[in-house]
């Protein structure tokens, strides 16, 4: 009698508590995030130098620096200015994968310029300084 109760008791417990493991991987895997990472430029050095997110994340780069300018994420095509001494939010969506640069541009720096490359106005130049890296959901 009592192996009868016990095989009834798996018969009908064990697959419950496979379906629920299954279950648990398969919702495992986090879809798009709201990420915020602080992120401190200083003497043309990015902390972290390599920033991590998933494809899809909306993220918020809270930029710290020791310069006023702007920052540049290539292949976004994204720019945001920042002033010395400000923490300042770089929001995007982070919907292309790969490695991207990005680049750190000192203030009197023009980046619009008509032909579509850089110029220099004024002492200020072009830096790479990190990178951000999107892995793929």
Do not use: W
Request: proline share 4%; aromatic share 8%.
């Amino acid at each position: 009698m009592k192996k009868s109760i016990k095989f009834r008791f798996g018969i009908i417990f064990f697959p419950l508590i496979l379906s629920l493991a299954l279950l648990a991987v398969a919702c495992g895997g986090a879809g798009p995030q709201q990420r915020e990472i602080a992120v401190k430029l200083t003497a043309g050095q990015l902390d972290p130098g390599t920033i991590k997110v998933g494809q899809n994340d909306t993220v918020t780069l809270k930029i710290e620096t020791d310069q006023p300018g702007s920052v540049h994420l290539h292949g976004y095509d994204l720019e945001q200015d920042i002033g010395s001494g400000d923490i300042t939010d770089f929001v995007f969506l982070a919907d292309a994968s790969g490695r991207f640069r990005i680049a750190f541009h000192a203030a009197g720096v023009d980046h619009h310029q008509a032909s579509g490359g850089h110029h220099e106005v004024a002492d200020g130049e072009e830096v790479d300084v990190g990178f951000l890296e999107v892995q793929p959901r």
